[in-house]
């Protein structure tokens, strides 16, 4: 069984600051790890993955994760916030040798604030 | 040119009706899937099929019946509507069905069972 967990439903920065989104994994073998990002009224787009090459992802917009197996997490971070990232991430768990069936994190709402 | 279309964006109809939604993808993926999002933004894997078969059924009432005419189209059909199948429902497609999880998703089907 797999499972993520996403601290904090709704996280507000400023503009120019630290964006830090957390997610903590469980998954009984060695997992893939996705952020997904949805703008309003959008479907989900795949910010960045992690399957077990490099511990630290980089992806689109600026936006990393690094993934550290002894604290099973997967967090998201940006070091300057932008007007243009306020959505909902969603943090997802999934792995190879089955159909893929991504197991999606409850979402976190990123504000931008001026 | 949009990836994953999905028609209708907006449904809104009585319980006891029978609805459809229709996806289609030109990515030229084998694999496509029906995901519900429900008002508190959670995520669900619903259906996969890859090159027109069925491989992924979570427990969803049999109300619910996809349909593949060919890996480029998935469609979703709905018997009996009832109040709780409101939610957006979301197509998304991949390369492969035992791929590393990046998923085309479509901008959704917004659905309201009144």
């Known amino acids: 069984a797999q499972s993520v967990t996403q601290l904090g439903s709704h996280v507000s920065v400023s503009e120019g600051a630290l964006v830090l989104l957390r997610c903590n994994y469980s998954s009984s073998v060695p997992p893939y790890l996705f952020w997904y990002v949805q703008y309003p009224n959008q479907g989900l787009q795949l910010l960045l993955k992690?399957?077990?090459?490099?511990?630290l992802v980089k992806g689109i917009n600026g936006f990393e994760a690094e993934f550290k197996k002894s604290e099973t997490s997967f967090h998201l971070t940006k070091p300057s916030a932008h007007m243009s990232d306020a959505a909902e991430y969603f943090c997802?768990?999934?792995?190879?040798?089955?159909?893929?069936?991504?197991?999606f994190g409850t979402g976190t709402r990123l504000q931008v604030t001026l | 040119d949009t990836a994953v279309s999905q028609t209708p964006k907006y449904l809104v109809t009585q319980m006891g009706n029978d609805k459809s939604i229709k996806c289609e993808q030109n990515l030229g993926h084998d694999t496509m899937y029906w995901y519900k999002q429900d008002s508190k933004k959670f995520l669900k894997i619903m259906f996969s099929y890859n090159n027109k078969e069925l491989i992924i059924n979570e427990t969803v009432p049999n109300r619910f019946s996809p349909k593949s005419p060919d890996k480029a189209h998935l469609n979703l059909h709905i018997n009996s509507l009832e109040l709780g199948d409101s939610a957006v429902y979301f197509c998304?497609?991949?390369?492969?069905?035992?791929?590393?999880?990046?998923?085309?998703f479509g901008e959704g089907s917004r659905l309201t069972v009144l």
């Open positions: 998304a497609s991949s390369q492969g069905a035992y791929n590393t999880g990046e998923l085309f």
């Open positions: 997802a768990v999934g792995h190879t040798g089955t159909a893929s069936k991504l197991t």
């Open positions: 992690y399957t077990s090459a490099a511990t």
